[in-house]
């Protein structure tokens, strides 16, 4: 890839189709389900040059994040547990937090940013969204970025 290179994250039903077929044909690669890269493209449909002309362009989200620093960025009801509430999602499923900077509540939310390493997570990113947008307390969670 070129020095200046530029990353989008873009939901996968909007990639044109030989796209997803590539993260997936390299899925199939990492977990041994082929070990050749002709089998795993009959598996997934494409041709091996597609394969080719993509593999080093195309990663699933949860791979480019993967033992990166990962700020995360909550709007938190101002009630008791809220905050504890989210950090014991973190250490349920192995984030290994560096930093976490809350803002004094205004009008019952407060404003929290937790820095967390990704390497070790039990479940992908998208699973851990999930869980903390479920918990009572959380009125927002974003991924900032790292």
Do not use: C, W
């Not at 509540?105 to 851990?128: C, H, K, Q, R, Y």
């Amino acid at each position: 890839m070129a020095k200046d290179s530029k990353y989008y994250i873009v939901e996968a039903s909007a990639l044109p189709e030989v796209f997803v077929k590539v993260a997936e044909t390299k899925r199939i690669l990492a977990t041994g389900e082929a070990s050749t890269v002709n089998e795993a493209t009959k598996i997934t449909g494409i041709s091996r040059s597609a394969f080719y002309k993509y593999r080093d362009a195309v990663l699933p989200f949860q791979s480019l994040m993967t033992g990166r620093l990962i700020t995360f960025q909550f709007r938190l009801l101002d009630e008791p547990g809220a905050l504890n509430a989210i950090l014991s999602l973190f250490s349920q499923h192995k984030g290994n937090l560096m930093t976490i900077n809350s803002t004094i509540p205004t009008n019952g939310v407060a404003l929290v940013t937790v820095s967390a390493e990704t390497g070790g997570l039990t479940v992908s990113l998208e699973e851990l969204m999930h869980l903390f947008h479920s918990t009572p307390g959380v009125v927002s969670a974003e991924i900032m970025m790292g």
